[in-house]
């Protein structure tokens, strides 16, 4: 990749970081030396640094700086922060992750704040309100003109993951009735297009969405034709209560650049932007995998110890208490633990392996659903094929794992119990897997909120439990 | 969404799939009943049934009906796919997923398959034919011009993930040296713009890229500039050899929309595209998540679970081979487990928490890898930090287990053992999560690749060998 004017970013930051480290060094020994002669030139060198950093890091492309920022630890990233040029820095803001701007967020006086936001579109600015105080949200608004303010509460007005909490307000409208030419003239008095469109709208004096109008076809078709005659009469459109998700896949599916986003009434009020709904797709695939895990989207990976630990705490207590039944349920087969405690080391396997593989259905079954490929008509014919690869597996690996089990104790009944165990294990793990995301979602969660989490915790129990149960039973203990 | 002339498309793929549903039902009448007077009926049923069904799909979207095939079992996606106009089966084909379009391409004769694909752009061609046999690939090549097929053979030199192997061909260079007016007069013979772009390159008379010109250009500035006054004379542009992850980022960061991809020799050979980063960036994202359970990324959904448990093979036996070693661990402390038997009930708990903790940890360094903000200058940095959650989490839920374990059994001694056990193994998962992708990167792999199993077997492994060594040390047994 080469970029304008700054030939290779990933030097860049290797160089700024390097002089953060210096920088650091220098601050480090001014703090260390006290009150003594070489403090005003140690003081001078870290000015001197400073000025670097600062020359250095505001020749970056405001989505560089942030990508900087996102790799700092918290302290560092405050250092940066007050380098970075105040005519960047909502731009910055806006391209930040939601734990490492809300951070930031929290040091910056509001003053500061309001300068930055202020600069900024007004689909921007609303991104950026929730997590500003409130006292800067309404010094903000007070700010703005009526117009980007109406803006900015329309977008606040809807819930997040919908389409109208993304849209975007750089557009140009046109009417159906006039001629490209006239289209040409009103777009020079503009003097710009609206950034990353290949379209205009169309609509009527009602402001009812009629079309859209290719950029395309103001260049190849004569300058009398009239709108109505090229546009497109019937275009990809959004309501603005439709669900981002929904819209993310249309883009995808359709290839589009940008959409219209109408209202109830089929009023045009805004639009979608594919390079919104690509950093859209990028955050809930991230939102995703960490949800799997028990994380939340909001864990910053370079938070402080103690604030990360903190957000994990309400899905270590859930894994607390699967485990601690877990443990419970082995409890009740002490006394065949004291005569065979070769079970207590064969128990684990069936664990182990009811979890890793009831941890593939998860991931397909979370993916399926993700990219809705899977619906009520084809859930059953899922769990049948999930349970199939289950007994595949469970006869052929839990036949491997019987026949060791044999050979290393020499007793064909410990053989056999461990067969039946794996083979019963990795059909629970299997029905497990493609179950708790649809359960997860029927009761309006996100299907992969803790799956995993959940899924150890099934397997595990009822993997010690069938194991220990059968050995109970069948070995007369 | 909404969508042109198909108000609907959920609801069409709800009608669809119930036709399907019927057509089934009658065939598989018609294959009971065997030879009786009914045939004759229930297979102009079928038809009726059948003719419906071609009407209703060919009027959806190809990427709609490559969906909508990814959702159906193997045998029904057999069906459906012969009822698809030879018009839309190249662009079917392209829409769908690898695994589901080689088990398609499988059934498919050579003849129907050149057909197909012909009608593709060069670019597009190039993606289908690594899944197409030998011979009908040659026979496609015969069938196409010198121009495409040059284009096609040079797209196949590179390798996959890169960004030759992306690359668009669908594009308009334009020289620096003349009028907007020129480039209007060019665009309008040439009769359409390139899709999907938002601006034409400029090159000079030995194809060097020069910089690229704004369609936005063409439409704001009089016909008399030249394009060297308006054009972006350094703009974002990739090499053919970069990175396919690296390009995507760079659209995301950037927001672009296309962008231009030169030789070694700075000659301009393609252009990449916005919706070819969008499907990447699904697929990788997509590819990922599966690979951290052990899933290729070749696993179809809907595969036959005879085929789909073979996939799964590799992974579950490096499973048993690490639940062994944690067994025969458990094994050596048999004599321990015959004294204290609460052991046995105890020592899952260790390596639960342990193990998803652990996946926590990995969740967060896989993500962060992708999004490449961990690198060797913060990497000390993020294990330091996950090593600090784990011995705060490891101290707070450690010492939590440890006083429910003497309560529960009433021995000091065995809830100290269980505190020091839970730290002990909550610091090792929290080392273990973070340095597997390190590793697995290190050695050339995905760092995401079958991690999740790795983990667990050192957290089963070392959490029994810690919670059980400590036993037998110092409860004296």
């Known amino acids: 990749m080469t970029l304008p004017s700054r030939p290779n970013v990933d030097d860049s930051l290797v160089r700024i970081r390097s002089l953060l480290d210096k920088q650091e060094l220098v601050r480090g020994l001014v703090h260390r030396t006290e009150m003594h002669h070489h403090e005003v030139v140690e003081d001078l060198v870290a000015r001197q640094y400073q000025n670097e950093l600062r020359r250095q890091i505001n020749q970056l492309h405001p989505a560089d700086i942030a990508h900087l920022l996102e790799t700092l630890r918290t302290d560092e990233r405050r250092v940066l922060w007050e380098l970075i040029d105040s005519r960047y820095a909502g731009a910055v803001l806006l391209e930040l992750s939601d734990p490492v701007r809300s951070s930031l967020i929290e040091t910056l006086p509001a003053e500061k704040l309001v300068d930055a936001a202020e600069r900024l579109d007004s689909d921007d600015i609303a991104d950026l309100v929730p997590d500003l105080p409130a006292h800067v949200v309404q010094g903000l608004l007070q700010r703005l003109n009526h117009e980007d303010r109406t803006q900015v509460q329309s977008v606040l007005a809807f819930p997040e993951n919908t389409v109208g909490a993304l849209m975007d307000f750089d557009l140009a409208a ?119 895990a028990g994380l939340s989207e909001d864990e910053d990976l370079f938070a402080p110890p103690w604030k990360a630990a903190r957000g994990r705490w309400a899905w270590i207590a859930l894994n607390l208490c699967t485990a601690f039944v877990a443990s419970r349920i082995i409890g009740q087969f002490e006394g065949t633990i004291e005569q065979i405690v070769a079970l207590a080391a064969l128990m684990p396997i069936v664990a182990s392996i009811g979890g890793n593989t009831g941890q593939q259905t998860l991931a397909l079954m979370i993916q399926g659903m993700a990219l809705k490929q899977v619906n009520s008509g084809n859930f059953r014919y899922l769990v049948s094929k999930e349970v199939g690869v289950a007994l595949i597996n469970g006869v052929l690996w839990g036949g491997v794992m019987g026949a060791i089990t044999w050979a290393l104790y020499g007793q064909l009944p410990l053989g056999v119990i461990m067969f039946a165990a794996m083979v019963l294990n990795l059909l629970l ?49």
Chains 1, 2 share one sequence.
């Open 429 to 477: 793990a299997a029905l497990t897997g493609a179950l708790v995301p649809m359960a997860l979602r029927h009761i309006g969660q996100d299907p992969a909120l803790g799956s995993s989490i959940i899924l150890t915790g099934f397997t595990d129990s009822f993997g010690f439990m069938i194991f220990l149960g059968l050995a109970a039973s069948f070995l007369g203990v």
């Open 174 to 292: 046109v009417r159906e009735d006039v001629s490209l030419d006239v289209v040409l003239r009103y777009l020079r008095r503009r003097g710009k297009l609206p950034e990353a469109s290949d379209r205009l709208m169309v609509v009527d004096r009602d402001g009812l969405l009629r079309g859209t109008l290719g950029i395309e076809a103001l260049v190849v078709h004569p300058g009398e034709t009239r709108v109505a005659a090229v546009m497109e009469k019937d275009p990809v459109h959004f309501q603005t209560i439709d669900a981002a998700a929904d819209a993310a896949r249309a883009f995808e599916r359709y290839d589009l650049i940008v959409a219209p986003v109408v209202n109830a009434h089929r009023q045009l009020v805004g639009c979608l932007k594919v390079d919104d709904m690509l950093d859209y797709l990028r955050e809930s695939s991230h939102k995703d995998v960490l949800a799997q």
